[in-house]
């Protein structure tokens, strides 16, 4: 069964590094784009970025540029997202998704999500 | 840069009726990258409709997708108490790399 595992629930102070985790199983986890989705508190999705752990070649969303670094460990089929200074409005609801294959690239499997809590 | 306005914003209705769901695109989109997800609270999204007519695995089939250009379409034919969430269209754009979200239609009981 393809799955992608999410680490668990944070709560930090503004300032503060965070990174959280997504583990790929169930397929070959170096096949396929994982992109990032926040959800902040009653809204909608952001697409962030996405990321092809093969070689770690990573794209991110203009609105998401510079705020968050998306990395990835292929030997351990995980994926990264990590904030240097976290602020109040980075408390959100993340997600990744394994991206399909051509012609659709669908967000086809996600994983459970992390809640992020920034407060002071 | 794409957007997607999703409408209407809330709709309410009864298990049993079809619902009627609108994605509008302010360019045009190809067909092949536009998708729908499904969201019910507490959950993550699941894919529902990809292509805009293809459902995904373990879809029923009261789920369909319609559309092209920049008017797409989910239509549930008679709804189950269990489809009343927040659904929401997303496109693929290739160059530059990067997915685009409707702002949500949450479908709620009447």
């Known amino acids: 069964e393809v799955q992608l595992v999410q680490s668990g629930a944070e709560v930090k102070k503004p300032g503060e590094s965070l990174k959280i985790s997504c583990k790929g199983s169930g397929y070959k986890f170096i096949n396929y784009w994982i992109a990032w989705v926040r959800q902040m508190p009653g809204k909608g999705l952001e697409w962030m970025g996405i990321i092809y752990p093969g070689d770690s070649d990573a794209t991110y969303s203009p609105s998401f540029q510079g705020q968050v670094t998306i990395s990835a460990d292929k030997s351990i089929s995980t994926a990264y997202l990590q904030w240097s200074s976290l602020k109040a409005s980075d408390t959100a609801m993340y997600y990744c998704?394994?991206?399909?294959?051509?012609?659709?690239?669908?967000?086809?499997?996600w994983g459970q999500g992390t809640t992020v809590t920034v407060s002071s | 840069e794409i957007v997607l306005t999703q409408s209407p914003g809330t709709l309410s209705l009864s298990p049993g009726e079809r619902a009627t769901l609108s994605c509008r695109a302010s360019?045009?989109?190809?067909?092949?990258?536009l998708a729908w997800y499904q969201q019910k609270p507490g959950q993550a999204p699941r894919l529902l409709i990809y292509g805009a007519s293809s459902r995904a695995t373990g879809i029923p089939d009261r789920f369909s997708g319609s559309g092209s250009g920049t008017d797409f379409t989910l239509t549930i034919s008679r709804l189950e108490p269990e489809d009343f969430a927040v659904y929401y269209c997303q496109q693929y754009g290739s160059s530059p790399l990067r997915y685009t979200f409707g702002q949500g239609t949450k479908l709620e009981i009447k």
């Open positions: 360019q045009t989109v190809s067909s092949s990258f």
């Open positions: 998704a394994r991206r399909g294959d051509s012609p659709y690239y669908v967000l086809e499997v």
